[in-house]
Antibody
């Protein structure tokens, strides 16, 4: 199982951060699929997940700005974070997990996203 | 949210030493507790899930114990590749939350 994040490394304040997680070696039609971020100031923070049924759960701290979606035909899932600020600068990871192992028994390598004008 | 508190925040040990890292949850989480190892520039790696189950491929010198609010990760006979930061994380309820980490350094 391999996961790979992709997306812009630089986003301007107030704009939208959009990332893709490309999944190989496993079908996205099972398990939980999460986004997690890590910044020096806040450690590891779970952003939210999408269950294979399509049900989503978000961290209340980000809920008003986050959308996680999936494209089953491409075996990919996505993160959209609106109205970003410098506080959203972090390494963003995607991960796959089950009920006990969520957010992840398999993680992507991570992608650094900087928010700056 | 469930708060996860790890102690110590860092420790120094030598190759061959045994160490124990602790994690406390702010409320009972049964055995929904995971341990991760992270090295600089890498993603976290799952070591232990369900408090005491060893993830496939992880060496048997790693073990986990505990239930409810108090948990322990034990590493017997530290190897050079074990020097890293270790995080606990609860999967009992959302939002999933992580501890602040314990950094294991070479003495």
């Amino acid at each position: 199982v391999q996961l790979q994040e992709s997306g812009p490394g630089l986003v301007k304040p107030s704009e939208t951060l959009s990332l893709t997680c490309i999944v190989s070696g496993a079908s996205i039609n099972s398990h939980y699929w999460s986004w997690i971020r890590q910044s020096p100031g806040k450690g590891l923070e779970w952003i939210g997940h999408i269950f294979y049924t399509g049900s989503t759960t978000y961290n209340p701290s980000l809920k008003s700005r986050v959308t996680i979606s999936v494209d089953r035909s491409k075996n990919q899932f996505f993160l959209r974070l609106t109205y970003v600020t410098t506080a959203d600068t972090a390494v963003y990871y995607c991960a796959r997990g089950a009920r006990y192992t969520q957010p992840g028994d398999y993680w992507g390598q991570g992608t650094l996203v900087a928010v700056s004008s | 949210d469930i708060q996860m508190t790890q102690s110590p925040s860092s420790l120094s040990a030598s190759v061959g030493d045994g160490v124990s890292l602790t994690c406390r949850a702010s409320q009972g989480i049964d055995n929904y507790l995971n341990w991760y190892q992270q090295k600089p520039g890498e993603a976290p790696k799952l070591l232990i899930y369900a408090a005491s189950s060893l993830q496939s491929g992880v060496p048997s010198r790693f073990s986990g114990s505990g239930s409810g609010t108090d948990f322990t990760l034990t590493i017997t006979s530290l190897q050079p590749e074990d020097f890293a930061t270790y995080y606990c994380q609860q999967s009992f309820s959302t939002p999933l939350t992580f501890g602040g980490g314990t950094r294991v350094e070479i003495k």
